[in-house]
């Protein structure tokens, strides 16, 4: 019955807007243009349609010139490897006595995913886990040329890195939109190289927006889109209808490998702080420090703090004399919106947070004690220790090998771990060194060796430097404290 009824009242409406039109006016326009003026009302010429196509004409309306402006600045990324090969008969005593140990040669692992060019002197925004590990990256335009490119910048935890090709003309540009104006619903393509098979362009909706826990990095502010994105297709273009790129396409959801229209996109916003990282020679993204530690409003907790609903990000921790400190924060307040946008759970604070400029003052909405405030925090940068200094541990020890350095929410947060974390962490590790014979990592945090309780780079590098034949270390990784004893 409901159908029936909306018939006769757009009719009634639309007679209504034509009565007016004067006989030339109304020989310009057809049934879908009246309507059209009818749904955009005063504010078309400011806000963008969103209306449902009119008649088989709209129906038949191509994304082909959409696809000419944007297509040529996606380019495709090969990235390539040498890893070692172990030999079947390594660690054979009968091999070994006969044959000696004889080193297999590396072999080549290669990599191809998707990339799109974000300004004109070259700077490329591809996926981190297009590019991890790799000995070489080439990027190669719709046109059919390759160029050596150079790593400015990678985030594992965002899962993006920021390439930089040099060429004798400027190179078309895919300029990056507001990924916050995006509606569920919306219509996207996504450009990309899935398989290998050459470039090639999907289309569909935004399925949702500030996906969580999607098991790809860290990030937890996806946009979710139906548009076919396979294997290949990883660190592509996702285009809004206003020619925008309002997304680098990451990841899907799929039991068989192929696109089953679960699709995840990191936002463009991120993607442009990132890129003003690089920008700025950042070889890291630096995210700013609010001195605060946040976790979820479960139902409990809701119910506990008067409030209808679970959303927020509830402070966990306050850092003394931090920016949140000085704002008035307090363990147990619950973060409601930042800068006037909603905030449903950390990840989506840690987004906003991360978009806003190093130098700014955010404007947080805060639940404390069942009343709503406004208290202004200052966005700065994460705070070094009192000692800067990276060491490279050296001599006989499982330690030798290893580059290590006190942490400071600084060091931290380049080493993806909490800013309240404190020690001395593995930083990197130099290859074929003891220290990656026995297994250590970057981000593992050195607490205790032979009985010494590691608080300096200075202490772990005294330590490592005893005459020893066994070594009993303590170290952190993942929230996890692993003993060790070897006799080396």
């Known amino acids: 019955m409901r159908r029936f009824l909306l018939v006769p009242v757009l009719l009634s409406a639309m007679l209504a807007v034509s009565a007016p039109v004067s006989a030339q006016d109304s020989a310009g326009k057809g049934l879908a243009d009246a309507l059209s003026d009818l749904l955009r009302g005063d504010d078309a010429a400011t806000e963008p349609v969103r209306r449902v196509p009119f008649g088989q004409a709209e129906m038949q309306l191509s994304f082909a010139p959409l696809v000419r402006e944007i297509a040529p600045a996606v380019v495709n990324v090969y990235a390539s490897q040498q890893v070692q090969a172990r030999s079947p008969f390594a660690g054979d005593p009968f091999f070994e006595q006969f ?53 400015l910048l990678k985030d594992e935890s965002l899962d993006l890195a920021v390439l930089k090709i040099d060429g004798s003309e400027p190179f078309p540009v895919a300029s990056l939109g507001d990924s916050d104006a995006l509606q569920v619903g919306d219509l996207v393509l996504a450009i990309g190289n899935p398989f290998g098979v050459g470039q090639t362009t999907t289309s569909g909706i935004v399925s949702g927006l500030a996906r969580t826990h999607i098991g790809v990095s860290d990030f937890g502010f996806f946009i979710q889109t139906d548009a076919a994105i396979n294997p290949g297709n990883s660190g592509g273009a996702l285009v809004s209808m206003g020619g925008e790129v309002i997304g680098i396409n990451t990841a899907i959801f799929s039991r068989t490998g192929g696109s089953i229209g679960i699709g995840f996109a990191i936002p463009s916003n991120m993607v442009r702080a990132v890129v003003d990282a690089a920008r700025g020679g950042l070889d890291y993204f630096e995210r700013p420090f609010v001195g605060a530690a946040f976790e979820n409003v479960d139902a409990t907790m809701a119910e506990a703090l008067g409030m209808v609903r679970p959303h927020g990000a509830l402070v966990r921790s306050v850092t003394p004399d931090g920016p949140a400190a000085k704002a008035g924060l307090r363990p147990g307040d619950v973060v409601l919106a930042l800068n006037g946008a909603a905030i449903e759970h950390p990840d989506a604070l840690g987004y906003r947070l991360a978009t806003s400029p190093i130098g700014s003052v955010a404007e947080m909405t805060v639940l404390a004690q069942e009343r709503e405030r406004t208290v202004e925090v200052e966005l700065i940068r994460a705070p070094e220790g009192e000692s800067t200094a990276e060491i490279i541990i050296d001599g006989r020890s499982p330690f030798a090998g290893a580059k290590v350095a006190a942490l400071s929410p600084r060091l931290a947060q380049r080493l993806r771990l909490s800013t309240e974390a404190r020690g001395v962490a593995v930083v990197d590790i130099l290859g074929n060194s003891p220290a990656e014979g026995f297994g250590l990592r970057p981000r593992d945090i050195v607490r205790e060796v032979n009985g010494e309780e590691i608080d300096t780079a200075e202490k772990l590098r005294d330590v490592a430097a005893g005459q020893s034949r066994w070594w009993r270390f303590t170290i952190e990784r993942d929230g996890r404290l692993l003993n060790q004893v070897l006799r080396y």
């Open 99 to 151: 044959f000696g140990r004889r080193q297999m040669p590396p072999r080549v692992q290669s990599s191809l995913g998707s990339g799109v060019i974000v300004d004109e002197s070259g700077y490329v925004v591809t996926n981190y886990h297009v590019i991890r590990d790799a000995d070489e990256v080439r990027v190669a335009t719709a046109d059919g040329r390759e160029f050596q490119s150079t790593i």
